[in-house]
């Protein structure tokens, strides 16, 4: 998908924002090699990156029996 940046939004942030995790920054680094050259941190507005598609998966169920209570 394609994000335009706004003023000071990082790569962290940016992960953050789509990934639900910061740390999760390099796929976004690797689609955009020269942004992420340009601006090793902070963006400038109106940039339009690449951010991937990316399958996060689900935290595991409980194992837990629903009728037992800690």
């Known amino acids: 998908m394609i994000y335009t940046t706004i003023e000071g939004d990082r790569w962290d942030t940016i992960a953050g924002k789509y990934y639900g995790d910061a740390s999760l920054y ?8 020269t942004y992420a050259y340009q601006y090793p941190t902070m963006l400038p507005g109106g940039l339009s990156i690449t951010v991937p598609y990316m399958v996060i998966p689900p935290d595991p169920p409980d194992p837990s029996p629903s009728w037992q209570t800690d």
């Open 26 to 33: 390099e796929p976004i680094l690797r689609e955009n090699p």
